[in-house]
C-alpha cells in the first residue's frame, strides 16, 4: 500500500548543542533537540489535520503493527535518532503535506531559534509487516533529504546588523532581555536558557524530562525512590574538579556499525523497534552508572571536591545526550576514563537484537575548565573516530564486534584537529609517542588494551618518583643515546636498592629492553593518564 510520506531531520545538531562555554545552554539545547518532533511537530500535524487525527501512540505501543491499517489521517512511523516519520493516508493532498511542513519551520523559528532541521515529501510502500518496496522506499526519502541538506540553508536567527547588540554567547544579534539575568542574549541563547531554568516552584523543563527518562527505564517500585538524594550539576564548576586540579572530561561514545544495523532492518516495524531498543540500551546503561556513583559516593572525597545544594549531592557527571546510538557526557577529568569503561561494558551486555549488544567505541577530551566547549567536544568526536579506526579491521576481516577508547589532554593553543596534534606533539624522533587507541574489551595480555594501560598507570604510581615519572617523559622524545643512558641509570639505582624501576606491564615487556619497539612506545600515555585515573586506594582502578 502507497502512503503518503514526509521525513524530518536535525542538521548541525552538534553544533547547536555544543557552541557557548556555559553548561546551562548546552544542557538546555540538547533538550529542545530531544523533544522538538514530540513537542513541536506533532501539535502542528494536529492542527493542520485536527486534534483526532494523528495516531502517535501505535507505534510505541505495539511491537508489531498492522502497517496498512491506518484509522486516523496520519500516524507516526518512528522518532528517533534526529529523525522522524510521518505517514498519510494515499489520498492526503500534497499542499497538506508542505502545510505540515511550514507551519512546523514557522514554529521553529519562534520557538526554537538557531535550530535547522529538514524535510523530505514523498511516497512510501508499505505492506502489513512494514515490508518497503521499491522506488517508494525509505532510501528513496533520505536520498531526498540528503539533496535538500546540500542545497537549502535555512536562515534559523536574527541576523546581525552590526547596529545591534551582540550576545556574549553565540555572537549573534542580542534581541532577547533576560529578566533573571539583567541582559541581553540571542533568541537562540535565551530559548536554551529558559528551557534549563525553574519557573513557578516547577523543576526546569530539561531536568524533570532527563529524570523522567531515566526512570523510565526502571520497574515503578524501583524508579519512585531512584536517586532521590541527588542532583545533577547545573555549572562546569560544580562537577567536583579541585581548584589545583581544575580540569574536566567531555565524553563521546558512538555505537559502532549502527548504519549497517539499520540498513539490515527490511521493514518499518524492524527500524522502529530498533530504534525504541537502542534508546532504551542507552538509558539503562546510565541509570546503572548512576546506580554504581551512588554506592561509591563517598570514596570520591579524597580526589574530588563535591557540592550539594537544597539538600541534593551533586553528581560529578552531566549527561547532554543520551537515548539515541551515542552518548555524551561533561564529568570531572578523573573519573573520565572509569565512567567511560563501565558504559561501553555495559552497552555490551545490553540485546537490542537476539544476540547482539551494542559495541561501541569512545573518545575521552580531558581539558581545563575554562577551555571552549565546543573545541572540547569536537576533539572529543574526532577521538572516537581514531578509536573506531582501530576498530574496523577486525569488523571487516573477522566480522568481530569490539570496543576501542582514545583520549587527549587539550590545553591553551594547539593545532585544530587531532592529527595535527598528534603530528606536532607526539612525534618522537624513534617515532609515534601516543600509543593508543586502546581495546575496552580485551584482556591485559594484549598491550593495546585499556587494561594493560591502566595497569601501567597503577605500576608507574608505584614504581618511580615524579622526577623520575617526568624525566622518562622528556627522554621518550629524544633519541636512543638518552634513553639507553636513563635505563642504565634506572638499573643502577633499583641495584643499589632503590625502588626505581619501569611499570612492570606483562604486555608491555618488549619494551623494557629500548622502551620503544616498531616506532611505537607505551610509556607516554601512561604518563599522561597518572593525575586523571585515581589512585587504588581511593577505590577506582581495577
Known sequence: MDFQAILFDTRSIQKYIFSGNRLKTNIGASYLVDRVFSDALLPVIREVLGKDELDDTTWLMEESPDWTKMETQARVGYIGGGNALILFQPDTEEKTLREVVARFTKHLLVAYPGLKTGAAIGKLSLDADGKMAEPHDLTALVHALKDGQNTVFPVVNVPYTGLTLSCEVNGKAATAYDRDEKRFFSAEVEAKLLADRKAGGQDAPAEAELWRKLKSVLPKEKSEDFMNDFAFPMEIGELG???????????????????????????????????????????????????????????????????????????PVRPLVLGGDDMTFVCAAKVAVPYAKFLMKALMEKRITSSDGIASCAGIAILPSAYPFFRGYEMAEQLCGAAKASMRPLYNEANQDSCWLDFALLHGEQAPTLEQIREQEYHGVLGNMHFGPYRVDAPATQERSLAALLQGVSSLRHSMPRNKVKELRRVLARG?????????????????????????????????????LNGATPYIDAIELLDYIPSDEEGMEE
Open 480 to 516: 636512543a643515546h638518552e634513553q639507553h643512558e636513563f635505563l642504565a641509570q634506572i638499573r643502577y639505582l633499583h641495584q643499589s636498592g632503590e625502588f626505581v624501576r619501569l611499570p612492570q606491564v606483562k604486555a608491555w615487556t618488549a619494551y623494557e629492553k629500548s622502551l620503544w
Open 241 to 315: 574538579q579541585r581548584e589545583t586540579e581544575d580540569y574536566i572530561a567531555i565524553v563521546h561514545i558512538d555505537g559502532n556499525n549502527m548504519g549497517k544495523k539499520f540498513a539490515d532492518c527490511d521493514t518499518l516495524t524492524k527500524r522502529k523497534n530498533m530504534s525504541l531498543s537502542i534508546r532504551q540500551a542507552t538509558i539503562a546503561a546510565f541509570t546503572e552508572l548512576l546506580e554504581k556513583i551512588e554506592q561509591e559516593y563517598d570514596t570520591y572525597r579524597s580526589y574530588l571536591t563535591l557540592h550539594t545544594k537544597e539538600g541534593k549531592k551533586f553528581l
